[in-house]
Antibody
Framework: QVQLVQSGPEVKKPGASVKVSCKTSGYPFTNYFLHWVRQAPGQGLEWMGWINSHSGGTEAAQTFQDRITMTRDTSISTAYMELSRLTSDDTAVYYCARLSTSSPPYWGQGTLVTVSS | EIVLTQSPGTLSLSPGERATLSCRAS???????LAWYQQKPGQAPRLLIYGASSRATGIPDRFSGSGSETDFTLTISRLEPEDFAVYYC???????????FGQGTKLEIK
């Protein structure tokens, strides 16, 4: 079965970077794009960007374009999202999601990133 | 960018009543790229409907989705106590593979 398993919670200081991983299984990794979504406390869902798992190409939402780096390692079917220059506004749960029009969406369990001095 | 607008912002109903939630897109959305999620406090979003009208695995048949192009609806036929939560719609394209969410509808007990 399709699974997306994310790395554990992180606590970071303002100005630091965080890297979240999303390990996939149950399907051919390179056949699907992976997206990143976040949700700040008490707020809605915010799309951050996607990575083409085959080519490594990426596209980010304008809000994050200068701070986000999305990569993947096809040998271990894992995608990564790194967000730099963190502020308290980046405190949120971060999700990876496999979105495709040919199958249901699948989501990771979420990774809580807390930014605090 | 496709903007999704959900209405109402808050819906107050009683158990046993019918709930109708709306999601309107700023431009036409392919029906096979529209999903609905339920979210309860402290939990991850739970997929209810994908492809505008297909129920996800394990979702009760009191949940149904409909609509096309710019207007989509999630209907809960008879509300159970566990259905009171926040509901989000989502669209995800393929060319380009962009994604956006509605701002959510809070379904609360009247």
């Amino acid at each position: 079965q399709v699974q997306l398993v994310q790395s554990g919670p992180e606590v970071k200081k303002p100005g630091a970077s965080v890297k979240v991983s999303c390990k996939t299984s149950g399907y051919p990794f390179t056949n699907y794009f992976l997206h990143w979504v976040r949700q700040a406390p008490g707020q809605g869902l915010e799309w951050m960007g996607w990575i083409n798992s085959h080519s490594g190409g990426t596209e980010a939402a304008q809000t994050f374009q200068d701070r986000i780096t999305m990569t993947r390692d096809t040998s271990i079917s894992t995608a990564y999202m790194e967000l730099s220059r963190l502020t308290s506004d980046d405190t949120a749960v971060y999700y990876c999601a496999r979105l495709s029009t040919s199958s249901p969406p699948y989501w990771g369990q979420g990774t809580l990133v807390t930014v605090s001095s | 960018e496709i903007v999704l607008t959900q209405s109402p912002g808050t819906l107050s109903l009683s158990p046993g009543e019918r709930a109708t939630l709306s999601c309107r897109a700023s431009q036409s959305v392919s029906s096979n790229s529209l999903a609905w999620y339920q979210q309860k406090p402290g939990q991850a979003p739970r997929l209810l409907i994908y492809g505008a009208s297909s129920r996800a695995t394990g979702i009760p048949d009191r949940f149904s989705g409909s609509g096309s192009e710019t207007d989509f609806t999630l209907t809960i036929s008879r509300l159970e106590p566990e259905d009171f939560a926040v509901y989000y719609c989502q669209q995800y394209g393929t060319s380009p593979p962009m994604c956006s969410f509605g701002q959510g509808t809070k379904l609360e007990i009247k």
